[in-house]
């Protein structure tokens, strides 16, 4: 099972930046993918971006240009870096790691959840 935790988030005004940070552990092999995703009050929640376990990243149009997504395999630690915030941004941002589980010869790569962090921006 892996542990995920979410931290880094905040009020900022517009404009602003952030970065939030996706720790986590636990047993597994390595890492198929991580994504964070944001939902704000009665919105679906949305794919913000991506990074797989070869470093290849995808981020949604509203994110393309301004945030990041990085991973550091030795620390267990992901952050996502969001620069130019708008009101738009806001929501509540959630980490979740595809694991590479390896038994008995077969892999799967189960999906885990963070409680995610709240980022709000200002007008």
């Known amino acids: 099972q892996v542990h995920v935790v979410e931290s880094g988030g905040g009020l900022v005004q517009t404009g602003g930046s952030l970065r939030l940070s996706c720790a986590y552990s636990g047993t597994f092999s390595g890492i198929h993918s991580m994504a964070w995703y944001r939902q704000a009050p009665e919105k679906e929640r949305e794919l913000v971006a991506m990074i797989t376990g070869d470093y290849r990243t995808t981020y949604s149009d509203s994110a393309k240009g301004r945030f990041t997504i990085s991973r550091n395999n030795t620390g267990k630690v992901g952050f996502l870096q969001m620069n130019s915030l708008i009101p738009e941004d806001t929501g509540l941002y959630s980490c979740?790691?595809?694991?590479?589980?390896?038994?008995?010869?077969?892999?799967?790569?189960?999906?885990?959840w963070g409680q995610g962090t709240q980022v709000t921006v200002s007008s």
């Open positions: 979740r790691i595809e694991a590479l589980i390896v038994d008995l010869g077969r892999t799967s790569w189960p999906g885990y």
